[in-house]
């Protein structure tokens, strides 16, 4: 595994979603090298306690060695350097969380460089050229649910004890689990947030999709209810915090995304 700081291969491909914008799909080894820039999204979407960041960031790291794990970022062009998205941090499409890197919801002002990158020239025919450091103002990911992962276990747990195990097993016997998704708040209610989340689950061998964010009727939610998720659990408390959080779930594909064969340029393996 990469660590943190090493360039990154090239991109697979990288996809137009709004004026401005592309998205980028990494590989864990090149989400490892574009980690600082990940986090600092983080940092800036969920304000956490200066101490907790070291703790995120190990966590972020070895999601990234989990089975099938898949990043997807939203990333805008630099011409002179200055930071993209301006204005003040605020809410926008997140999960994440307490102890293991779950719910949130949130943004962040200022775009973070992605070192190593390969641009895609006009009219993103595939041709690469050199040019300005693009800017990380979006990012999810997610990887294949198993034992042994902290939210996978302490999640499937609760189900079954409420909802049956009959239920956990078609819920988490076999999903992708969605961990992050942050939007900068001047990219916020244009399309990012859906495009990096249809992005991210497109094509995937799962046949459900799980996550959890908090119980309230936030950006998130809505994003989340919009593309076929349901509550599996509500009014749930993770350990450490006393906010609650929803458990959500929906079959693959979300609704609305286009299946593979119509989306020229995505890649069918994990």
């Known amino acids: 595994m990469a660590r943190c700081g090493a360039a990154p291969a090239p991109v697979e491909y990288a996809t137009r979603v709004q ?3 592309t998205l980028a799909e990494f590989n864990g080894n090149q989400f490892l090298a574009n980690l600082r820039a990940c986090a600092a999204v983080y940092a800036s979407a969920m304000n956490p306690p200066a101490e907790q960041l070291p703790g995120r960031h190990t966590i972020m790291e070895r999601h990234a060695g989990y089975a099938a794990f898949r990043a997807v ?5 630099s011409p002179d350097g200055s ?8 809410g926008g499409p997140a999960h994440g969380g307490p102890a293991d890197g779950r719910p949130g ?33 979006g990012f999810a990911y997610g990887f294949h649910g198993g034992g042994g992962q902290w939210w996978h276990d302490l999640v499937s747990r609760a189900v079954a004890s409420i909802l ?13 689990e969605i961990a992050e998704v942050h939007v900068l708040p001047g990219y916020q209610g244009q399309g990012t947030g859906l495009a990096m989340l249809q992005r ?7 046949p459900v999709a799980v996550l959890s964010t908090m119980d309230s009727d936030t950006k998130a939610r809505r994003l989340y209810r919009g593309v076929g998720f ?10 450490g915090t006393e906010m609650p959080y929803a458990i959500m779930g929906a079959s693959l594909p979300l609704a609305g995304t286009s299946p593979p064969s119509a989306r020229p340029g995505s890649p069918s393996r994990w």
């Open 73 to 77: 970022a939203a990333v805008a062009p």
């Open 83 to 90: 930071p993209a998205g301006g204005g003040a941090a605020g």
């Open 164 to 176: 049956g195990s009959r239920a956990a097993h078609d819920w988490f016997g076999d999903s992708l």
């Open 230 to 239: 349901t509550d599996l659990l509500t009014n749930f408390t993770f350990p």
């Open 19 to 21: 004026p401005g914008l």
């Open 105 to 137: 919801d949130g943004g962040m002002a200022y775009g973070s460089p992605v070192p190593g990158w390969t641009a895609v020239s006009p009219p993103w025919t595939g041709r690469t050229a050199t040019g300005p450091a693009p800017l990380i103002v």
């Open 200 to 206: 991210l689950t497109a094509g995937r061998p799962e």
